[in-house]
């Protein structure tokens, strides 16, 4: 593990759009724990993000900002986009961990492996779940979770289309309604899918309202991140999913 500043360095593969996913793991990362980015592309800035774009930024080629990241030597490479591979599937998200893992020599942690490991932690099978995204993707998210086990018995969606930059635009209160949207009597946990997407700073309201955890993309980032280097312990004002520490 790398000691020489710190006790561990995080190195982010993030879409080169996306302006939400570093500040929220600075927010959550413990002392100590520093954040090292490299943008992705392989999509459209202009167009609205939809599975094709999102299949496209998955299946974009990542040697160059790989290559890049790798020169910081990082303890762990997080791949920081969630619908990136939930519309390919279980799968290719499995596949591309490893071949990153294999590439950096690094533990690897993506967004949408970490909400199954997240959902697994918390044992729970029935979700609601809510995103930013477009219908479409809304469907393959529920039919990946799904794939693994996950119901969801309850689902909310913006009332707009939203493109790139405007899923980052959402307010943190926008986020808390449409959490509690997706919310029904059969849902044992919410999940807000989307690393663009405000939901970290909610969690905790939306918990204390509903009585249940509440799942988000960059807060099981963290959890998978914290397992991966033994770092445990709880940590306060994120959820219940980081009060129970690292996986």
Known sequence: ????????????????????????????????????????????????????QMQGLGAADLDGPLSLLLGVKPDVVIYGCTSATLTHGPAFDRALADRIAAASGAKTV???????????ALNVKKIGFASPYVPAINDMAVGFLGDLGFETVSRAEVDATLGNHEQGALDPDAVYALGLRADSVAAEAIVLSCTEMRSVEVIDRL?????????????????????ALGIGGGMQGFGQLLEKGGR
């Open 110 to 120: 993506t967004a949408a492996g970490a909400l199954v490991n997240a959902l697994t």
């Open 207 to 227: 918990e204390q309202r509903l009585g249940k955890p509440v799942v988000t993309s960059n807060q099981a980032i963290m959890f998978e991140t914290l397992g």
């Open 1 to 52: 593990m790398t000691t020489s500043r710190g006790c561990a360095r995080l190195g982010v593969l993030v879409p080169f759009t996306n302006g939400n996913l570093e500040p929220d793991l600075v927010l959550m990362r413990p002392d100590g724990v520093s954040l090292h980015s490299a943008r992705m592309g392989g999509y459209d800035e202009d167009e609205v993000p939809d599975a094709a």
